[in-house]
């Protein structure tokens, strides 16, 4: 008797779609919900405006100027006009290509910085939320050890011991900003760590390294993004701090802090050398702030309404 071949077809109820295949479309389907949400949240979206402007600015306004920040062959403290929109400092600088000069390094420390402490906290957290015992206790026994330091002397006490170039601050800012990034993963994790998809992983043999790539970061995303903008927030205002009591960036480096910190003596009679550098840092964190506020309601389950 010959054996009978059975065919399927695209009807028949055992050719379903495979299971990674519904989940690359359900995954899709989850990021257009989030852009949706974000695009629709109106303060996100002026402040990526804003940000995206103050970033063009940086960028490509130094092709347009008149004098670049090197230039020092203006009159000592000239007040605004054609030649010199911002006018000049005390070095006879030009204060608009200053501005730009520093508002350059002072968004790079920034995302150096947010980089840096977002690879560090959430890999540490992901790590320790997923082993538990004896590695996660030993991992927050450091993280309180390093919570209870003054961070912004550490870092000041490292800037001037090994210099204050701009990409220096940055990796000491970078280093002593990961805690708190660090403890919010591994809250998480520890939560992820017991669902059932985590347990299916591990039946199937699958590596903690793959349980964390494949299984953990991509349900942290939202989380992960959120504290990556408030992380760039944070920076500029540490770097301004730190640059403004003279124990961040230097000459001939420069950011937004040193320029405060160069021109606070003349708030009185020329406020626009200290207003302009100041409304920049105040802009960007502002921004940045909103935009991760944008983030997050985007990435919430429960959201069911867009902020104005």
Known sequence: ????????????????????????????????????????????????????????????????????????????????????????DNLGRDMLAMLVRGTQFSLLIAVVVAAMATVIGVTLGAVAGLLGGWVDTLFMRLVDLWLIIPQLALVALAASAFGSSWYLVAIALGLFSWMSVARINRGLTLSLANQEFVEAARAMGASNTRIVVKHILPNLTGVITVNATLAVATAVLAEAALSFIGLGVNIPDTSLGLIINNNYAQLELRPWLFWAPFLVIVLISLTVNFIGDGIRDAFDPKQTKVRA
């Not at 779609?17 to 359900?26: C, I, L, S, V, Y």
């Not at 949240?41 to 990526?48: D, F, G, N, Q, V």
């Open 1 to 88: 008797m010959a054996d009978t071949v059975t065919k399927t077809t695209p009807d028949d109820p055992d050719t379903t779609p495979r299971a990674g295949h519904e989940f690359d479309t359900e995954a899709r389907k989850q990021w257009k919900i989030v852009l949706r949400r974000f695009l629709r949240h109106r303060m996100a979206m002026i402040s990526l405006s804003v940000l995206v402007l103050i970033v063009l600015a940086a960028i490509v306004l130094p092709w347009f100027l008149q004098y670049d920040h090197t230039y020092t062959g203006g009159g000592r403290y000239e007040d605004p006009g054609p030649d010199h929109p911002l006018g000049t």
